[in-house]
């Protein structure tokens, strides 16, 4: 399985596409600059002993069997609104959290993907696991990731995904409700900030 991490040199993407290696997929590295996206999966590669490599993002997405959307949501559009046929019917995991507004059901993670790309199978996950949690070197994570979506097979190919990567994944709803994930990601964030600490991420109890 091949999956291309679209922002995979950014805080975020890096930490999935070092799990992603260490878990033994086939990883590209997606980036505006495919020097950069080189230099970082080549980087990943040494480290990890994984098959890592980088291109631009729009070859990245062609050659993926499933991507991964680690982009800031202010940049978005413009890396995806030209992607559309090497993203066509493919699984699209949308790991954005907006910070400058409050997302709602029609503006939210995995809804702002679809609304570029139309005929991708677009989930969102991983919103509210940090990056420091993503990129620690243990195989298995503390922390739950909830998973929305419309399309069950890409809810469950997201939640394997995530379960190879050392998460407890849940299907945690529609698609236009992934606005809640978002919602607790400012929690978490603000609980980071108020302790002092840079891995404090959310686990489910009593499943
Ligand atoms: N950081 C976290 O702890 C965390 C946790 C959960 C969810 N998220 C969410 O996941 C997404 C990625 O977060 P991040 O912290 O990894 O972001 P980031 O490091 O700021 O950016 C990720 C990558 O996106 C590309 N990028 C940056 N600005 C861009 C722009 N204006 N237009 C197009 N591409 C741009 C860059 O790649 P190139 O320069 O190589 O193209 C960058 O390396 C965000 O939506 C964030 O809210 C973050």
Redesign the pocket.
């Known amino acids: 399985m091949v999956v291309a991490v679209?922002?995979?040199?950014?805080?975020?993407?890096?930490g999935l596409v070092h799990r992603l290696a260490r878990a033994k997929y086939q990883v590209i590295v997606?980036?505006?600059?495919p020097d950069?996206?080189r230099g970082v999966a080549s980087v990943v590669s040494d480290e990890t002993g994984g098959l890592v490599k980088g291109e631009a993002?729009l070859e990245a997405a062609g050659l993926a069997d499933m991507i991964i959307a680690?982009?800031?949501?202010?940049?978005?559009r413009?890396?995806l609104a030209g992607l559309g046929e090497a993203t066509r019917g493919k699984v699209v995991i949308d790991?954005?959290?907006?910070?400058a507004n409050m997302p709602g059901q029609i503006d939210c993670a995995g809804v702002r993907v679809r609304s570029i790309l139309e005929d991708v199978r677009a989930t969102a996950a991983?919103?509210?696991?940090?990056?420091?949690v993503?990129r620690s070197q243990g195989t298995a994570a503390d922390c739950h990731v909830f998973v929305f979506g419309d399309d069950p097979e890409a809810c469950r190919a997201t939640v394997d995904l995530a379960g190879a990567l050392g998460f407890d994944a849940v299907v945690s709803g529609a698609l236009s409700d992934a606005w809640m994930s978002e919602s607790i990601?400012r929690m978490l964030i603000g609980l980071n900030i108020r302790y002092k600490k840079r891995s404090i991420g959310m686990r489910l109890v009593g499943l």
Request: hydrophobic share 45%; no cysteine.
């Open positions: 679209l922002g995979g040199t950014g805080k975020l993407g890096l997606g980036s505006r600059d950069k996206a993002n680690a982009l800031p949501v202010a940049g978005m413009d890396v790991t954005s959290v907006d910070m991983f919103q509210t696991i940090p990056a420091a993503a990601t």
